[in-house]
């Protein structure tokens, strides 16, 4: 079991709201990341981090901001929301230096805007 | 970019028969190459992974080979369990410094009783 915990599972929220999708991992890695996962199964990386105050935009465009401020914790930021921010979010981790290593995920914030 | 495209998009088997998934890369500096896993309404988990000094790999029913020069990578699974049923992604990455996965596009795999 992968010792990664996104909060909430789930969100319905009106339009024009903030609001902060988190997510928190326990296995001390330095690479965090953040992933948009449509209706159609594909996974788009939104954001990622390569460790504390270390943030980059990813290849898909995103209004929402993340910040990482501790190691073991990487939020997501959506301003304003809007009915085309409803989708599945994502995060992941993964380990130290400059290796690949196995990406370990969240079980996801199904965020819904109305 | 490293682009990474993923075949069939939808797999319907019988249980007990055999499920090849494909996948192929453009980057030709890809080295890292795993396999994720995804249940409903769960996060994708990793089930085996290969490198680029690695031409084949196998654990239990499950097995995935690399074919470098051609850029492809295929997933094997044999003797195939109604539990085998989720979304399957390929993912390639390269080691310059960071890991960054580029996805393929999922396929469905349903396994029949």
């Known amino acids: 079991e992968a010792d990664i915990y996104q909060t909430p599972r789930y969100l319905v929220i009106g339009t024009g709201k903030k609001i902060t999708l988190e997510c928190s991992q326990t296995m001390g890695h330095d690479k965090m990341y953040w992933y948009q996962q449509d209706p159609g199964m594909e996974l788009h990386l939104i954001h990622y981090?390569?460790?504390?105050?270390?943030?980059e935009k990813g290849d898909l465009s995103s209004e929402s901001t993340v910040s990482r401020i501790r190691t073991e914790h990487f939020p997501l930021t959506l301003e304003s929301a809007r009915p085309s921010h409803t989708s599945q979010y994502l995060c992941?981790?993964?380990?130290?230096?400059?290796?690949?290593?196995?990406?370990?995920f969240g079980q996801g914030t199904r965020l819904t805007v109305v | 970019g490293e682009n990474v495209e993923q075949h069939p998009s939808t797999l319907s088997v019988q249980e007990g028969d055999s499920a090849v998934i494909k996948c192929t890369y453009s980057d030709s500096a890809s080295n890292y190459f795993p396999w994720y896993k995804q249940e409903l309404g769960k996060g994708p988990q990793l089930i085996i992974d290969?490198?680029?000094?690695?031409g084949e790999k196998k654990d239990q029913r499950i097995a995935v080979t690399l074919n470098k020069t051609a850029k492809h990578f295929s997933l094997h699974i044999t003797e195939t369990q109604p539990e085998d049923s989720a979304v399957y992604f390929c993912a390639a990455s390269i080691s310059t410094g960071f890991q960054k996965l580029v996805f393929g596009t999922g396929t469905r795999l349903l396994v029949s009783p």
């Open positions: 992941a981790s993964s380990g130290t230096g400059n290796s690949n290593t196995e990406a370990f």
């Open positions: 981090s390569y460790g504390v105050n270390s943030t």
């Open positions: 290969i490198r680029s000094n690695v």
